[in-house]
Structures are given as structure tokens and as C-alpha cells.
């Protein structure tokens, strides 16, 4: 009878236990948490962070518990792959990730063959939802989008201007530069300059100088902010006063850090802040109140979860084919606003607006 006993009650425990490890839903974020672009790894994982707190103190989702897992690819795509290869072990059903497109495309990969859904808070090339599967999407823009935007501001306001197009060699750099270009050359515009520069050097000076000498007035730089504050401060340096215009990689406070007043005027296209919607207000006053600004891509990816959870609540299962499905034919109230996907798992979202950087702030030009 007490060995009868003894057996039951550790069956009731191991059954307990098994029912305690179905109630979580594993869930994760990946990005670049350290190297040179760590700052927007720390917006992402910020962001994660408060969307899993504020969804499971409202009960989770399905009425389990979300267990947030994080990810550091540095934004290289060899640790990418080994990235979404450990959430594949862990167990974890959706991934609000990467930030690096060349991160991202090579991640959705391995998300596509095991069955796990993927949503970019931050990832602009086109290819990752033209090529990626039916579980790849994305809450922010697309560099042919954001390209369009900066093309044609760089032939209506600087029409009489020697422009040049950098780019770091990356899928996200080259392809926001090419793309810019493309609707640049389309407004009946030539280039001054097309160039590739090394990301992750610390002196640019020959290629400042390069364009001093050949006259060249603004540079369209397609990379992050850590090389083009570099470029614009070393230009100054030199009594330079070439205009930057660059895109959505420069929404981080580290611009500043590293130009200084060099920084000011700095053109850049992003998407509307979301910071400045009222429906976020809760949650940026959540934030505020830790000492933190929400900037960049923080809310993106907040919002990537936030539309998830919504969509696994409507089909009622994480099951992926199901949550797709919800994804592609419902709305989502969310931080950004009210989102929806297309056929491509493009966000159907306003599109990119310009900015400004001045007293060491971005906001609306």
C-alpha cells in the first residue's frame, strides 16, 4: 500500500511537471546584442523583453506562459544560422528577428525547413519575403520602398548636386544604396560616385578626400550608423561640409555618440515613429519611467510580437500553417498602429517619412 502510494504520488508529480512544461510557449528575438551594431540588439531585446512581461501579465497566450529566449548573431550570417539552429534544438515556435538582412535571409532558411514562424522587426531587403517561405515576414519597410523615398528627394532637393552612393558590401547597405540609385538614375539623374567602403574600418579619410576632390556635395550612404558618423566627422575634420542622406540604420542615439555637431543636419529615411502614436503611449511611458528611450527599432519589435500573439490567439493554436494563415487575413492592434500583411508577409503599414538629426536628435524634418 505505501509502495502503491509512493508510486502514484511521483507519477502525480511527473504529470504535474509535464502539464507545467506544455503551459510555456518558448519564443525568442536575435540580433546583433554585441559588436559594432549592438545598440539595436539592445533595442530589440528591450523591446522583446516588455512585450513578453506586458503579454504575460495579461495571462500569455492561449493561456500559457511565454518564455522569451535571446539570440546574438552579431550580425553575421554564419552565427545566424547557428542562432535559429539553437532555437530549432530549443523548441521555440516563432523568432522576432533578425536585424541584418544578411542576417535574416540566411536565418529564414533554417526557419523555413523546421516549421518556425519568423517575423523581421527590422530587415528592409527585398529578398527576404520575395524568396523567403510563407512563415517569413516583416513589420517594418522594404529597401525598394525606402529607395524610392530617397531617390527622389536626392533629384528634387540636390537636382544640381554631385551626388555619390556609398555602400558596405552588405544586403542591407548595397541593397538600399542600389535601390536609391535605381530611382535616382530613373528621375533622369547621374551619379557622381558609386563605391564600396570596408564596414567596421575606423578611418575613412581617403575616401572623404576622394570626394572633396572630385566636387562631390551629398553623400547617399547605404550602411549603419557607425560608419557613415565616421565618414561625416572625418569630412569635417577636413573642412568638408558634404551633406549625408542616409537610411533607417541611423535611428540610434550612438549616431550622435560618434559625430558630435558633426552630425548636424544629417538627412535619413525611416518609417513614422511610433513612439508619437498615441496607442503606444502606455508603453513608452512604461519605458521612459525605467530610464530608457524606446527609440529605433525597439516598438518594432514589441509590435512583431504583439501582432504574433494576436494571430495565434485568433487561430486559437501555434500551429504554423494556422498562424500564417491569421497573419495574412486579419488586422493587428499594435504599438505601430493597425498592421496587416500581404501575400509576401510585407507589412501593409504608412511608408517611410524623413528626418533630421540636430542637438542630438532625430525627429521629423
Known amino acids: 500500500m505505501r509502495r502503491s502510494f509512493v508510486f502514484m504520488s511521483v507519477a502525480a508529480v511527473a504529470l504535474a511537471l509535464a502539464g507545467a512544461a506544455q503551459a510555456e510557449i518558448k519564443i525568442s528575438t536575435a540580433g546583433p ?3 559594432q551594431y549592438a545598440s539595436f540588439g539592445e533595442q530589440m531585446r528591450r523591446g522583446a ?30 552565427q545566424a544560422v547557428a542562432v535559429a539552429n539553437k532555437f530549432v534544438a530549443d523548441g521555440v515556435v516563432f523568432v522576432a528577428g533578425h536585424f541584418c538582412s544578411g542576417s535574416s535571409i540566411p536565418a529564414s532558411k533554417v526557419y523555413e525547413e523546421e516549421g518556425i514562424l519568423q517575423i523581421s522587426p527590422a530587415s528592409t531587403n527585398p529578398k527576404l519575403t520575395e524568396e523567403g517561405g510563407d512563415n517569413v515576414f516583416r513589420v517594418c519597410g522594404r529597401d525598394d520602398q525606402q529607395g524610392i523615398v530617397a531617390g527622389n528627394m536626392l533629384a528634387d532637393d540636390f537636382g544640381g548636386k554631385k551626388v555619390a552612393f556609398l555602400h558596405d558590401k552588405t544586403a542591407y547597405g548595397k541593397g538600399l544604396a542600389d535601390e536609391t540609385l535605381k530611382q535616382y538614375k530613373a528621375r533622369g ?43 561625416v566627422r572625418q569630412a569635417r575634420e577636413q573642412g568638408y561640409n558634404v551633406q549625408l542622406v542616409s537610411g533607417d540604420a541611423l535611428v540610434t542615439d550612438e549616431y550622435w555618440k560618434i559625430t558630435g555637431d558633426a552630425g548636424t543636419g544629417t538627412l535619413m529615411t525611416f518609417s513614422p515613429d511610433p513612439r508619437k502614436n498615441a496607442v503606444a503611449a502606455p508603453v513608452v ?13 525597439t516598438l518594432y519589435t514589441y509590435g512583431a510580437i504583439q501582432a504574433w500573439a494576436q494571430a495565434v490567439e485568433k487561430a486559437g493554436s501555434t500551429d504554423l500553417d494556422k498562424t500564417i494563415a491569421s497573419l495574412r487575413s486579419n488586422k493587428f492592434e499594435t504599438v505601430l498602429g493597425s498592421i496587416g500583411f500581404d501575400g509576401k508577409g510585407d507589412v501593409t503599414a504608412p511608408g517611410y517619412v524623413w528626418y533630421i538629426w540636430k542637438n542630438g536628435q532625430y525627429d521629423y524634418r
Not at 560616385?193 to 574600418?201: D, I, K, L
Request: charged share 30%; proline share 2%.
Open 49 to 78: 523583453e516588455m512585450a513578453v512581461e506586458d503579454l504575460n501579465a495579461k495571462g500569455g497566450v492561449l493561456g500559457q506562459k511565454l518564455v522569451l529566449e535571446i539570440g546574438d548573431d552579431a550580425c553575421d550570417p554564419k
Open 285 to 297: 511611458a512604461k519605458f521612459r519611467a525605467q530610464k530608457y528611450e524606446p527609440e529605433g527599432y
Open 33 to 35: 546584442m554585441t559588436g
Open 189 to 231: 539623374k547621374k551619379e557622381a560616385m558609386y563605391e564600396a567602403y570596408t564596414a567596421g574600418e575606423k578611418d575613412y579619410t581617403a575616401l572623404v578626400s576622394k570626394m572633396k576632390a572630385a566636387g562631390v556635395d551629398v553623400m547617399y550612404v547605404g550602411g549603419y550608423h557607425t560608419e557613415a558618423g565616421l565618414m
